[in-house]
């Protein structure tokens, strides 16, 4: 995976940006390393063209992240949902006999894979653009070869518009990423699906060498998929660079009165079928499997509780019922597709 412009995944004139770092709700955090280049960003306190470094790298983590969670999530819910209230706890609900809440489970874990084929754009400091553009020619023909590739199975063509669009809903929270990223910066793709895991390397190495294309993203499959419909995120370590806004702003890990809090919220909710308890272990070993790299640290990342509904289009209700609760993050539906 190649993530910036130089061969070394460093900046022209030194220095590297870790766009990944921190894991919180799955997506690529504005923490750290990168949130001191935004602050750069923002005073004009950068050369220019380690400037269109960065923002060409900033903005393919960002578009990744807007489209493929590691758990498949589709975008925060709104706060407090019309249709929330005819949710609340019901003494003949399915939770009346106290279910059992219970870890995740086993499997199945998700054999294929997905891929990111980012297009050069005017200026793009990415070896393999030059500077130049992809022309209209290169990406019928690159299309072309996608299609016709064993390995791959769909694939789709993304609009530079219809890329910023999902950058900014997904990344609704993330102030400060919105406010130093423009349209212009956000590159063209081909999106698309791998039968195996197996074939990254070799489907990397092919599109890498191929004219035209800036970076390649392989993740791997959402272990979540099509085993819950809500992710609840509890607030974890204390983040000393999050908003005022944050939920989590100036406070540690959700306390065990607020954990009881949250199942008590749940487990009230008529929609609510199962829930499951992910430990920061399981979610580690979650985002490791989609990122398709080396063990995270489980301190990096936040407890979690994954809902399945008995009727998924109640999803956003549930969700925007439960994020109020204290010591929670933030909530997510997670994607059924």
């Known amino acids: 995976?190649?993530?910036?412009?130089?061969?070394?995944?460093?900046?022209?004139?030194?220095?590297?940006?870790?766009?990944?770092?921190?894991?919180?709700?799955?997506?690529?955090?504005?923490?750290?390393?990168?949130?001191?280049?935004?602050?750069?960003?923002?005073?004009?306190?950068?050369?220019?063209?380690?400037?269109?470094?960065?923002?060409?790298?900033?903005?393919?983590?960002?578009?990744?992240s807007s489209t493929a969670a590691a758990g498949g999530a589709a975008g925060a819910a709104?706060?407090?949902?019309?249709?929330?209230?005819?949710?609340?706890?019901?003494?003949?609900?399915?939770?009346?006999?106290?279910?059992?809440?219970?870890?995740?489970?086993?499997?199945?874990?998700?054999?294929?894979?997905?891929f990111s084929v980012f297009l050069c754009k005017a200026g793009d400091p990415f070896e393999n653009c030059g500077g130049r553009a992809l022309t209209a020619k290169q990406r019928r023909a690159l299309q072309a070869r996608l299609e016709a590739m064993p390995e791959v199975g769909e694939v789709e063509f993304e609009s530079r518009r219809e890329a910023y669009e999902n950058f900014k809903e997904h990344n609704a929270d993330e102030k400060a990423l919105i406010s130093a990223i423009s349209a212009e910066d956000i590159p063209e793709s081909f999106r698309g699906t791998l039968h195996r895991r197996a074939d990254r390397a070799s489907f990397e190495s092919a599109m890498e060498k191929t004219a035209g294309v800036s970076s390649v993203w392989v993740l791997g499959g959402r272990f979540w998929e099509g085993k819950a419909d809500v992710r609840v995120t509890l607030c974890g370590k204390r983040d000393p660079d999050a908003e005022a806004d944050d939920p989590c702003a100036g406070r540690g890990p959700a306390t065990r009165r607020e954990r009881d809090a949250v199942e008590a919220a749940l487990s009230g909710m008529r929609e609510v079928q199962q829930v499951y308890v992910e430990d920061a272990a399981h979610a580690g070993r979650v985002f490791d499997f989609w990122l398709m790299r080396r063990k995270s640290r489980a301190e990096a990342h936040s407890g979690s509780y994954y809902v399945r509904l008995v009727n998924r289009e109640n999803a956003r209700a549930v969700a925007g019922y439960v994020e109020a609760v204290p010591g929670v993050a933030g909530t997510e539906i997670v994607d059924a597709g």
């Open 1 to 64: 995976m190649r993530r910036a412009p130089s061969g070394d995944g460093g900046l022209p004139g030194g220095g590297k940006i870790d766009i990944v770092g921190r894991v919180k709700s799955e997506k690529p955090p504005v923490a750290g390393p990168a949130a001191e280049a935004l602050r750069a960003l923002r005073t004009g306190a950068l050369r220019t063209g380690v400037r269109r470094a960065l923002l060409a790298a900033l903005a393919v983590a960002a578009t990744v």
């Open 78 to 114: 709104s706060r407090h949902p019309a249709g929330a209230a005819a949710l609340t706890p019901a003494p003949d609900g399915p939770w009346a006999g106290g279910q059992k809440i219970s870890p995740p489970p086993d499997g199945p874990w998700p054999q294929g894979a997905t």
